[in-house]
């Protein structure tokens, strides 16, 4: 049997839908049996018609020699350490909410972060307004107020942080990274919260500089865990209708190696420093300036992309192999919520962990049966909430983000992986985006793979000298857990 072992480069990166899988008994046999110390397995397999399903593998007496479709786990090779998984809270997530009773809320939200649900441990919030906002607004509208005296959260008090609240009953250690969509209308050349620049002078990026500084203490004073914060959300653009700002990649060094991580260590502020969130797959227009800076490089923990940046993270993890990257958000699509754009976002997770990327946000978590934003776009979520039936519907991407977060835990590696995968055709572009492996901290092996094909794909799994055959069926997401392998 000739083994490849997955490679990730560039050429990787393919466009092949949806299938994997791997193996299982039901969840109480498997349970009982890894409570009697025996080797267990565990898979739940994912399609349009059957979601979330417990399916059965053929457990082989050996592992074999040489079979046509195999994959063979290798934990002793360990990749990048697995933060988690999660979403943004955003305004509009937390009104749709409303119309549930206590109970039916409570449902939905343990879907997305109780450990029977997605466990998602690591989500992003808005430093005030965004694109899926109730309207404009920032935490210091003051002209002139490079003080920050009138900064205030009074808003976020209402809606945002009793959403990370109610979270946070399901998910007591969830993390919270904040980002900007724009800064205090009266710091950009145009003064409006939507096009222009971001001004560059000294009195205005100390200022903003403490509105950093104030944002993380006081949403730490409310008990949130806010541990990290990006300077702008997607600086190259400002060409929309909701809160943009434009920065250069220079110009974002410049504050956050003179103005930003001095302010917070002066204030005593421990939090993370990232960059983000880049949606430039060119390293020179964001990320070198900042990491390639000696002085900037190391305050930063890691780099945040999306969209197109997420083409730049192979290319980051070799040029700065010691930082890390956050997937920040997933496309956002127009509402459809269709099963090729959730078997896409599955494809893509995997890519995304196969570059090293340390962490996956999605990006509406829930929205309201019309998906509109407040400036009039549709787009996907999670959970859609019909606010008059009180039904909550669970979207394709829902299933494609609970395969993730649902079994590999925080702390969790990604581990070597090698294939042999005869009757696929282009093998290793297939493998880099359709199977990830991983060590959970508890030793569980974890096999993340689908099956984009129209036909059912036979593949044996292997791992510690044991072996199973699964039938992966038609376009799948499939997660397969190994205990005592």
């Known amino acids: 049997m000739t083994i490849h072992h997955i490679c990730l480069s560039r050429a990787g990166l393919f466009s092949f839908l949806a299938c994997a899988v791997a193996f299982g008994f039901a969840q109480n046999a498997s349970s009982q049996a890894q409570a009697a110390g025996a080797p267990s397995i565990r898979w739940v397999c994912t399609t349009q018609a059957e979601p979330w399903k417990e399916m059965p593998a053929t457990v082989l007496p050996v592992a074999p020699s040489a079979v046509s479709n195999g994959v063979a786990l290798d934990p002793k090779t360990v990749y990048q350490t697995i933060d988690g998984f999660g979403g943004c809270f955003n305004e509009l997530g937390w009104t749709a909410l409303q119309p549930l009773d206590d109970a039916q809320r409570a449902t939905?939200?343990?879907?997305?972060?109780d450990a029977g649900g997605c466990n998602f441990n690591l989500c992003r919030a808005?430093?005030?307004?965004?694109?899926?906002?109730?309207?404009?607004?920032?935490?210091?509208?003051?002209p002139g107020d490079f003080a920050m005296t009138n900064f205030s959260i009074e808003r976020d008090r209402k809606i945002l942080i009793p959403f990370m609240k109610a979270a946070m009953q399901y998910q007591p250690k969830l993390a919270v990274w904040g980002v900007p969509w724009c800064p205090p209308s009266w710091m950009k050349d145009n003064n409006a919260y939507k096009g222009g620049k971001m001004k560059t002078d000294a009195q205005t990026l100390a200022a903003y500089a403490i509105y950093f500084s104030k944002y993380v203490r006081a949403y730490r004073k409310e008990g949130i865990n806010l541990y990290a914060v990006h300077p702008q959300n997607e600086p190259i653009y400002n060409n929309n209708v909701y809160p943009q700002c434009v920065w250069s990649g220079q110009d974002i060094n410049t504050f956050l190696r003179d103005y930003l991580v001095p302010r917070l260590k002066k204030d005593n502020v421990d939090a993370q420093v990232w960059l983000g969130t880049i949606v430039s797959s060119k390293l020179a227009d964001y990320t070198d300036p900042a990491l390639g800076d000696p002085v900037t490089a190391p305050a930063i923990s890691g780099v945040g992309y999306q969209y197109g940046g997420q083409d730049a993270m192979l290319a980051t993890h070799e040029k700065y192999p010691a930082k890390k990257m956050l997937q920040t958000?997933?496309?956002?699509?127009?509402?459809?919520?269709?099963?090729?754009e959730g078997a896409t976002t599955f494809r893509k997770i995997i890519e995304d962990m196969n570059h090293f990327a340390n962490g996956y946000n999605f990006w509406n978590m829930i929205l309201s049966e019309k998906s509109t934003s407040t400036w009039g776009w549709k787009q996907n979520s999670l959970l859609k909430i019909d606010g008059q039936s009180k039904q909550i519907i669970y979207n394709p991407e829902f299933y494609a983000m609970k395969h993730f977060g649902h079994f590999v835990m925080p702390g969790a590696v990604r581990i070597g992986l090698a294939q042999s995968l005869g009757t696929v055709r282009n093998a290793e572009q297939f493998a880099a985006q359709s199977l990830a492996a991983f060590r959970n901290p508890s030793g569980e092996?974890?096999?993340?793979?689908?099956?984009?094909?129209?036909?059912?794909?036979?593949?044996?799994?292997?791992a510690g000298?044991?072996?199973?055959?699964?039938?992966?069926?038609?376009?799948?997401?499939?997660?397969?857990?190994?205990?005592?392998?």
């Open 329 to 340: 958000e997933t496309e956002c699509y127009n509402g459809a919520n269709s099963w090729d």
């Open 445 to 462: 092996l974890v096999l993340i793979l689908r099956n984009p094909n129209a036909g059912v794909l036979p593949l044996t799994v292997e």
């Open 126 to 142: 808005p430093i005030g307004a965004n694109d899926f906002a109730l309207e404009w607004y920032s935490l210091d509208e003051t």
């Open 108 to 113: 939905a939200l343990k879907a997305l972060f």
């Open 465 to 485: 000298g044991r072996a199973a055959r699964l039938e992966l069926p038609a376009h799948s997401m499939n997660s397969v857990v190994l205990a005592g392998w």
